[in-house]
C-alpha cells in the first residue's frame, strides 16, 4: 500500500520568509495530492492540490510541486505570515488518501 | 457553519463505558469517513462509508463499531476502550468516494472533531 513520508516535523520561519515542505510517496499508481492546513483546535481544511498530470500549481502565495518520477511533492509558502502558523499534512491517493506527518509551521513576527 | 458537525466535541470515558460519536453532513456528500487523529502520527483512516454501505475498515478493533443510517449521518460506537484509544476522533465527507484503483474525486471535508479522552 501507499507511504507517505513528510519533512520536516517542525519549521520555524521569521515572518515574510518563506516555507518549504516536503512528501515523498511510495506508490507510483498514486495520481492525487492534496494539502490540509490543520490551526490549532480546527479542522484540517484543504489549501491546494494538484492531480498527477501537472508538475506545478499556483495559489496567490502557496504552489505545490510534483515530480512523478522522483514521487515526491512539496509545497511551497512565500511572504509568510504569521496566520500561516499551523500544521499541515500532505497526502497522495489512488483512490484511497494516506497522509504524512504532518508539519508544525511556526511564523515568527 | 453547517458543513460538518461532531457531537459530542469532547469526551471523557472510563474503560467500561458504551458512548457513542455522532456526525452529521449538511453537503449532499455521497461519501463519509472516521479519521482517528493522535499526537505526533499520520491521520489514520478508520472507516469508509460510500452511500451508506462500508467500504473500508482498515484493521480496527472491534471495540469501534461504525453505524451509517443514512448518507447525512455516521455514528462511532465506542465500548471497553483502552487509554491509548484517546485521541481527536474526526469526521469527513466528500462528494463520491472512488475506491482503491480509481481516481480519487477530490476534497475531504473535516468535521471539528471528537476529543476523546479514556481513563
Known amino acids: 500500500g501507499e507511504n507517505v513520508e513528510q519533512h520536516p516535523s517542525t519549521l520555524s520561519v521569521q515572518e515574510g520568509d518563506s516555507a518549504v515542505i516536503k512528501c515523498t510517496y511510495s506508490d507510483s499508481a498514486s495520481n492525487y495530492f492534496p494539502w490540509y492546513k490543520q490551526e490549532l483546535g480546527k479542522r484540517p481544511q484543504l489549501i491546494i492540490d494538484i492531480r498527477s498530470n501537472v508538475g506545478e500549481k499556483k495559489d496567490q502565495r502557496i504552489a505545490v510541486t510534483l515530480n512523478k518520477t522522483a514521487k515526491h511533492f512539496s509545497l511551497h509558502i512565500t511572504e509568510t505570515q504569521p496566520e500561516d502558523s499551523a500544521v499541515y499534512f500532505c497526502?497522495?491517493?489512488?483512490?484511497?488518501?494516506?497522509f504524512g506527518q504532518g508539519t508544525e509551521l511556526s511564523v515568527k513576527p | 457553519e453547517t458543513g460538518v458537525t461532531q457531537t459530542p466535541r469532547h469526551l471523557v470515558m472510563g474503560m467500561t463505558n458504551k458512548k457513542s460519536l455522532k456526525c452529521e453532513q449538511h453537503?449532499?456528500?455521497?461519501?463519509m469517513y472516521w479519521y482517528k487523529q493522535s499526537a505526533k502520527k499520520p491521520l489514520e483512516l478508520m472507516f469508509v462509508?460510500?452511500?451508506?454501505?462500508?467500504?473500508e475498515n482498515n484493521s480496527v478493533p472491534s471495540r469501534f463499531s461504525p453505524e451509517c443510517p443514512n448518507s447525512s449521518h455516521l455514528f462511532l460506537h465506542l465500548h471497553t476502550l483502552q487509554p491509548e484509544d484517546s485521541a481527536l476522533y474526526l469526521c469527513?465527507?466528500?462528494?463520491?468516494?472512488?475506491?482503491?484503483?480509481?481516481?480519487?474525486?477530490?476534497?475531504?471535508?473535516f468535521g471539528e472533531g471528537s476529543r476523546l479522552t479514556v481513563l
Open positions: 462509508y460510500s452511500l451508506e454501505e462500508r467500504v
Open positions: 453537503l449532499g456528500h455521497n461519501a
Open positions: 469527513a465527507s466528500s462528494q463520491d468516494h472512488g475506491g482503491q484503483g480509481a481516481a480519487n474525486t477530490g476534497e475531504l471535508f
Open positions: 497526502a497522495a491517493s489512488e483512490g484511497k488518501l494516506i
